[in-house]
């Protein structure tokens, strides 16, 4: 779990040389174009779009839950409690007597704002970070880069116990420390990207013009690089997700009863060989989550690669 | 990692870390009172359970064939000597020393490396006379020696022992000595006469000694001196005076401990060989299941389900009420809201106990109203039930008087629940967290942090908890083992005079055991009724043992309850003389 | 080359002074102590004193540092509070191994499953084959290990019968754990292969080749062969370190006295030694781990260069 828990996985098909290279080629087309094409690529792929259905039902289920769902995620009663499913509780209830519909879906609630939130943490870090070395080299791409090996380094699994002992569980704390654990590999990214581009020759052009150095980061270099980023991010949604589920697991994760995914499935195990829907629902809920992420993720990467048209 | 409950011995336990095993429940106080008289010095019990002829039952397997298995957590295996860390001790640690004295199924101490006891008049100053014929391996005597530099090492601040409270305020010097004031050799425990006569000089009369000298298994003066305090890790350096030797123990993975044929103790047992193996408390079932353990502790609800399903393996479940645990909601009284004894009324009024126990608990734990579980000397459940009984409504009432109606105006609530709970304790604090709202409708958040965190924060003075979750388990059958731990300055916030008196009274008391017991009730009323905690369970421990182990030690006691009894396997009780392995027995097992 | 081997180096053992220096101030940011929690709440304050003396606790911080530092400079990483039999060094050299035997066929599984899973998808790409395996592929990266691991208990040894539920000593113990472990790796070798190998397919010295007309089998083993390697080296090697240094699920499921268990123990006993050593033990093999990337994919990818304005890092 150590793998899956805590680190990013590099994401290889976006080797930042050859993904660079390729883009810096293609992005001298017009951008409004570039994404046209993408996003015809991207929905002419099945899977792809297979993905982002079941992100979407999800998201209506997850979001939606305060509306769609039987109960809210806090009321038990502990009369109906280890009730297999049935008409009257679809998914059955839990060990207190939780309506177990209505915990999968604020479940998964919890599960994509983690996901998501992380993730922005993750890109508030490593996006300005990776632009910063990036655009200006020398002492600031050292300084940067140390950074990211210390992160890199370090344990991610014992970084979070840590801080999740230091802070103490929540949904904002964990939503924070896998934030923290996981900027690298955006940082890196966004660095090789800018790497590359800046030498291209519109770039010089408008620095020949006169644009200040920021102007061309944002009107320029960011809109440029942004594409392989998109994946990534893409693609860290899920790892996410996974992380807070293996938190959760190890009891540092989120306080009931707030009900997140990893939880319930960690919950679940002193109890699924007789209850076995306390332990295949949120299971199944976490492996749509992935594989919709993870979907989208490769068909941007498809949709995304300009070599395709 | 984690404990069910906060009893310091493991021995029963199965999955290692920590649950405990739990024993018989006793209806009277008769036991306290038998318990009471015997150490007073009268003639010891020479009751020791049946079979100590040395000759097998008739369905036994043969010799080679006495082999037990059992399972403990390998993250909980620093040591064999309880006075090195008690806490850290792997399930089987105390064959390897002679206790003092000995617990009996029916809660008698009986003797056992001390043939017999005797107190001065004022029940300060206790005599007691060593077994002459106990030997350690290494071919010393066992003497009074050996116990006085057990005690030394036990008050040595050097050592930090991580229970000197068991004896601190009670052993002449003993807190003295661990504050660096007194030296070592001024506490209270010495040789008398003769090398086979121990003294222990105590600050208050001490009624219950004999029966707190449950836990003192000796350490060997010449093994500590020549290879110090970890001498029972490594068989090379191994030094036993108890029934079994150690074999082997290849860390991470099993100890394996067999018969030692110099041992002189009284201890009859008839396994040849010993077997702690090392998994993970939630792994036990599984192993148990594959028949690589024959014995366990402390399943998991789905577990005992699968096993009460399956007619073949009813007989293979036991349940026992191991020391004595309660596990209650606890409020930090100092502090708003919980400063308000109506506030904490309301919150008693709102558990459920009877449908806990039938949708939770099922046989692993029986409803707690008081503190001191039934069959513990001076519990009184019946007397307190109503104090904090199951009554929504006048919860409401309560909450309102407070200045909270339905709840409004009540602050941002966090429960503080230990890592690591069993199933049964983090379905219970879930399922009072959701009451809190049903009932209440106070929003209740439950944040669960690491053991060493929770422990450094609830004893933390001023305490960092305001309301959370723990448990309390005996140490020695005494009620003031139990009810000392709620004594100003002990665990908890909550300090009241009244009930500080009475307890300290009672304590050091010598007079008639039944004006003792009383005021330990007395006592136990007016923590019951100021509701510094929420009383939630008592741990009723469920075992599962082969149905091929069989033996004295697995019948009923004369309360009725049949399952491994408290300590359990260890030389401080007579568990391990009652159990033998029959025919039908599996061979080769290891 | 050379100059840039001797910058990493430098770099390495700046990044471990600093992962050190973190770890220690977070072990020390958190409550609680090395000791036994005082669970029965009565523990005199004298103890806890002595306690604290005890494990060297009452010099300043920096002090605990400096000393420590000191004496792992030489090479001495003390003893584990949590096992205090042996040596921090010992416990290490006697699991580690133990970790390793479970993680190298797990890597070896991983990649050779993988790569083969990946090549077939990429070559039949959008075929049924191709969506059988991204969704195998993806069923290893979106299940929890842990889950897979009690499946698997329950499926080969309660169900079965075929296999004990875990344990050491034994071939058969290595079967259960090298199969849940080596899931989520071979999903991600499988799916980064056949990415890997269809970019490549579209590449231009592929297409110049077979336009120079090189047989279509040659060209395909030559040049994707060759490419396959990549995500061995962009994907599994940064991996190694994770697989190598081991799971705490697989390891508490299957009763294997591996290494992994310790990275949770260890901060939840506040074995200060311990955490500090297995923080600088995967410091340094990740530093070396990402060093022997760099070189190698520099090796086997000719666009790439060392040493200038390295695009990697």
């Not at chain 1, 291209?200 to 408008?206: F, K, L």
């Not at chain 2, 036990?284 to 690589?292: K, R």
């Not at chain 2, 000392?484 to 008391?509: M, Q």
Request: proline content about 6%.
């Amino acid at each position: 779990m150590s793998d899956q828990a805590t680190t990013a996985p590099v994401d290889p098909a976006l080797p930042n040389a050859t993904l660079a290279n390729a883009g810096g080629r293609a992005l001298v087309q017009e951008p409004r174009s570039a994404l046209y094409y993408a996003g015809r690529r991207f929905l002419r792929q099945r899977l792809a779009m297979i993905g982002l259905v079941i992100v979407i039902i999800l998201m209506i289920a997850g979001f939606g839950a305060p509306l769609l769902a039987p109960t809210n995620y806090a009321d038990a009663n502990l009369m109906d409690a280890n009730q297999f499913p049935s008409h009257s509780h679809w998914m059955g209830t839990d060990t207190i007597g939780h309506d177990f519909l209505s915990r999968v879906m604020y479940g998964t609630r919890t599960s994509l704002i983690v996901g998501f939130a992380a993730v922005i943490v993750a890109c508030l870090i490593g996006i300005p970070l990776g632009m910063l070395a990036g655009m200006k080299g020398g002492l600031a791409d050292f300084l940067v880069m140390r950074l990211v090996e210390i992160m890199t380094a370090f344990p991610g699994l014992l970084f979070a116990i840590f801080l999740m002992t230091i802070f103490g569980a929540g949904v904002d704390k964990i939503i924070l420390v896998i934030g923290l654990t996981s900027w690298v590999t955006l940082c890196r990214l966004m660095r090789a990207q800018l790497f590359t581009l800046r030498e291209q020759e519109y770039v010089q052009a408008a620095r020949a013009m006169g644009a200040t150095e920021l102007s061309i980061a944002v009107r320029h270099l960011l809109p440029n690089a942004i594409a392989p980023v998109i994946v990534a991010i893409t693609l860290a949604i899920p790892t996410a997700i996974f992380a807070e589920a293996g938190l959760s697991f190890l009891g540092v994760g989120i306080n009931e009863p707030t009900p997140s995914l990893g939880k319930m499935v960690a919950d679940s195990a002193p109890y699924v060989r007789v209850y076995w829907h306390l332990g295949l629902f949120p299971t199944v809920a976490i492996a749509l989550i992935m594989l919709g992420f993870s979907f989208i993720g490769d068909g941007l990467r498809d949709a995304l690669d300009p070599r395709q048209n | 990692m984690s404990t069910e409950s906060s009893h310091p011995l493991k021995p029963v336990s199965s999955l290692g870390e920590t649950r405990l095993d739990r024993r018989t429940l006793m209806k009277s106080a008769a036991a306290g009172t038998s318990l009471f008289l015997m150490s007073m010095g009268l003639p010891a019990g020479t009751t020791l359970a049946a079979q100590s002829t040395g000759e097998l039952p008739a369905d036994a397997a043969p010799k080679e064939e006495q082999v037990f298995r059992i399972a403990s957590d390998p993250s909980i295996a620093k040591t064999m000597n309880f006075y090195e860390a008690v806490y850290q001790r792997p399930g089987v640690a105390d064959l390897f020393s002679e206790s003092l004295v000995r617990l009996t199924k029916d809660f008698e101490i009986v003797p056992g490396a001390a043939l017999k006891w005797s107190s001065s008049k004022d029940g300060k100053t206790w005599t007691f006379e060593l077994d002459p014929d106990i030997v350690w391996s290494d071919g010393n005597p066992l003497t009074a020696k050996d116990y006085v530099r057990t005690f030394q090492y036990a008050a040595d601040p050097e050592h930090a022992w991580d229970f000197t409270w068991f004896w601190s305020g009670d052993i002449v010097n003993f807190t003295e000595a661990t504050e660096g004031k007194a030296k070592l050799e001024e506490i209270g425990v010495k040789q008398g006469a003769n090398p086979h006569e121990l003294i222990f000089e105590m600050v208050n009369p001490a009624p219950y000694l004999a029966a707190k000298l449950l836990y003192s298994w000796p350490i060997s003066d010449a093994a500590l001196t020549k290879y110090g305090a970890f001498y029972n890790s490594k068989p090379e350096t191994s030094v036993t005076c108890g029934p079994f030797k150690l074999d082997k123990w290849t860390l991470d993975q099993e100890i394996v401990m067999s018969k030692w044929d110099g041992y002189k103790g009284k201890l009859n047992i008839p396994f040849q060989t010993i077997i702690n193996k090392f998994a993970a408390p939630a792994q036990s079932y599984t192993i148990y299941d594959a028949g690589e353990i024959d014995y366990m502790s402390d399943p998991a609800p789905a577990e005992l389900k699968l096993m009460e399903a399956d007619p073949s393996k009813k007989g293979e479940i036991f349940q026992g009420v191991a020391d004595f645990a309660c596990l209650y909601f606890f409020f930090d009284v100092t502090k708003a809201p919980f400063d308000n004894l109506k506030v904490r009324q309301a919150f008693s009024h709102v558990i459920d106990r009877d449908t806990m126990q039938k949708q939770i608990w099922g046989r692993q734990a029986k409803p707690a109203p008081s503190f001191l579980a039934p069959g513990f000397p001076a519990s009184d459940t019946e007397g307190l039930k109503d104090i904090q009984k199951f009554d929504p409504d006048l919860g409401k009432q309560l909450l309102s008087e407070a200045g909270f109606p339905d709840g409004k105006g009540f602050p941002k609530l966090t429960m503080t629940v230990r890592g690591g709970g069993t199933p049964v304790e983090v379905a219970t604090t879930q399922a009072y967290g959701a009451a809190l709202k049903q009932y209440l409708n106070i929003d209740c958040e439950l944040q669960t942090i690491d053991r060493q965190a929770f422990y450094a924060d609830l004893n933390a003075k001023p305490t960092k908890i305001l309301f959370g979750w723990v448990s309390y388990g005996m140490d020695y059958f005494d009620p003031s083992n139990m009810l000392g731990v709620w004594l100003t300055g002990g665990r908890h916030s909550w300090s009241n005079p009244a009930y500080d008196k009475k307890v300290k009274e009672a304590t050091t008391f010598l007079g008639p055991a039944a004006q003792r017991i009383k005021m330990f009730q007395d006592a136990e009323r007016i923590l019951v009724s100021d509701v510094p905690a929420v009383f939630a369970y008592f741990i009723t421990t469920i075992q599962f043992m082969k149905p091929y182990v069989k033996g004295d030690a697995l019948t009923a006691d004369k309360n009725g309850i049949a399952a491994i009894h408290f300590p359990g396997f260890s030389t401080a009780d007579t568990v391990l003389e009652g159990l033998y392995v029959t025919k039908d027995a599996p061979k080769g097992r290891s | 080359m050379g100059r840039y081997l001797i910058g990493r180096l430098l770099s390495l053992i700046f990044v471990l002074f600093a992962v050190s220096l973190i770890a220690f101030m977070l072990m020390h940011a958190v409550p609680g102590g090395p000791f036994a929690p005082d669970e029965k709440g009565r523990l005199p304050e004298a103890t806890r004193v002595a306690q604290m003396k005890k494990y060297g606790l009452d010099k300043p911080i920096y002090v605990q540092y400096v000393r420590y530092i000191w004496h792992a400079v030489h090479l001495d990483f003390g003893v584990p509070f949590q096992s205090p039999t042996e040596t921090v060094t010992g416990l290490i050299a006697r699991t580690w191994p133990v970790t390793i035997k479970i993680g190298v066929p797990t890597i070896i599984l991983a990649y050779t499953v993988g790569t083969a899973l990946g090549l077939i998808a990429a070559l039949r790409q959008n075929s049924i084959i191709d969506y059988v395996v991204s969704f195998t592929a993806t069923l290893g990266i979106v299940l929890p290990n842990f889950v897979v691991a009690m499946w698997l208990i329950l499926f080969f040894s309660v169900y079965l019968g075929w296999l004990e539920p875990g344990g050491w000593g034994k071939p058969q113990n290595y079967i259960m754990p090298v199969l849940a472990y080596s899931l989520a790796p071979m999903a991600l070798v499988a799916r980064y292969t056949r990415s890997c190998v269809l970019e490549v397919m579209r590449a231009d010295y592929v297409r110049t080749a077979r336009a120079k007309g090189l047989a279509e089998n040659r060209v395909l083993f030559w040049h994707i062969g060759r490419n396959a390697l990549i995500p061995l080296i962009t994907i599994l090697l940064p991996e190694i370190p994770n697989i190598l240094t081991g799971s705490i699920f697989i390891e508490s499921v299957f009763r294997i006295p591996g290494l992994g268990r310790f990275f949770v123990t260890s901060t939840q006993q506040r074995d200060y030694p311990m955490i500090l050593a297995l923080v600088l033990l995967i410091a340094a093999f990740w530093g070396i781990t990402y060093i022997i990337t760099d070189v190698l994919y520099t090796v086997l990818d000719p666009r790439i260069r060392i040493g200038g304005s390295a695009v990697r890092t």
